[in-house]
């Protein structure tokens, strides 16, 4: 895989990699509008299998909806998504998702346990009833991001830390391949940050894909292998080290990176 | 609680409370969804789509009924919109502006046709005829065995039964995915749950059962009921199913307490004639949603002082 992923310095770099069936999400001109202003504007993106990858860009640059229209939650223009080399419908077994925290109202009527039993949906349908079994992988979920002793408790009453590991603890209950995060490490502790960054990391020792969008410029060499850099158009992507240049951020961000903010990121790159 | 009882007071009661249980049940969603206003929307929006069904075909059957009030509903969305992005004003004031003027057009409209031969005016269309509903043909307990005197049960009252039953029934079916999707619509989405359709369902859900509940108790029920057992309920617990059965409680509480009060309570204070039940039981349900404001177990909500 790696070898292929050149630095696509301008949208429309076509290449075949849309149509390698390995790759666990690639999107060929995607177009998505609020509107009439264009969020994203034929934007073609291809992830590795087994890594960890950055979506980059500025606020408002189209990041978040890049994930959702890539998940279908939101309609595109126009554009076409491979997941695993498959339509979106046959693959969503294969895909586990942590929507921005934010979105959701923490003041709903639940309990931790039963926010990770949602990760089970698709298993448990209508009417199954929760066995030990669906139980115990919900319970061993929570257990990863050092949840375990939350499983009866009200949501309303987690910290910001917390509500982000309770939704990575759905998205583990999945049981997926492909793991999509908006935002996970939005407005959380550093503790909490550590251990998504852990679990995260076990996730690509067991082969499975990570794509997280991300906004700490100064993490994503560390933490990531791949990235893409987006600004409504595709502005860049490739492994962490060829791609994520001063100049390709400096082209997406459109100047409105600091030199200071750049020459840290060089340091910490070298 | 006589012969009196079964033949003046059984049926009303009971039309009351599946009316009170069918709004309450999918109103528990509305609420969680930010959306409990679609009850009140939708219970004025049915006058027009009512009266003009009524001016078309000549009857007050359930079915000319329901496919009038659904058609209102369906031009109350589209002018919604289109003032919406005509206007460039907020959704909340487009859809305050729809509603109370198709209200007033149904109101017009109401006093200027004959509708002098069924029940059809707008006092009717605000408080229902709930005092009305009585069961003639009862001579006391004995007559819910005996076949004849059934069959002259108020027609409101199997209807309504049929509707409180399908709200109960969608809410046990549909459980997980009106709760996930109620929850995180982007996750229900990304499961590949149908959000839009499940949350237009329960719009019309609750389009059914603002229509049949209309029908017999009057707007004003409809409006309290979608709202304040729900709403109360949530103050009582922190957890969706137990939230569902308190509201359902408390619905029945309003409508039976509701009902006796308005009979009775006047006389007990000396007055000598009865007040509106729907306005008692509509009075009665914001009386319990006050107290659980002040003393329900769940009312301070935790996770602002937990902290983000």
Redesign the interface.
Known sequence: MAETLTLAATHGARTDRAADPASPLAVRGLTVSYGDKPALFSVDATFPAGAMSAIVGPNGAGKSTFL?AA???IPAVSGEVRVFGQGL?AA?DR?A?V?QRA?????????VID?VL?GR??R???FRRVSRAERAAATDALARVGMEGFADR???????GQQQRVFLA?ALAQEADLY?LDEPFA?VDAATERAIIDVLKALKSQGQSVIAVHHDLSTVAEYFDHVFLVNVRAMGEGPVATAFTPEALARTYGGRLAATQLDQLRLTGA | MGADFVQFSLTPILIGTLAAIACALPGNFLI?RRQALIGDAISHVVLPGIVVAFLVTGTVAALPMLLGAGAAALLAVVLIEAIRRLGRIEPGAAMGVVFTALFAGGVLLLEQSDTSRVHLDVEHALMGNLETLIWLRATGWDSLIDPVALSHLPVELPRIAVVAALMAALTV?????L??S??????A?????PVSAIGLSLVIAAAVAAVAAFDAVGSIIVIAMFICPPAAA?LM????A??VWWSVAFATLSAVLGYVLAGYGPLWLGFDSAVSAAGMIATVSGVILGLACLFGPHRA???VA???
């Open positions: 959702k998940l279908g939650l419908a969503r895909i998702y929507p979105s959701v109202d923490w003041d709903f009527p639940t309990t926010v949602m949906y698709r448990l349908g209508l009200q949501i309303g009453q987690l910290s910001g759905r999509l407005g | 969680l079916i549909f459980w997980r995915p709760k996930l109620t929850f995180d619509e982007g996750f989405r990304a499961l590949g749950l949530r617990t922190n957890s969706l137990v939230q909500r935790v996770g937990a902290g983000g």
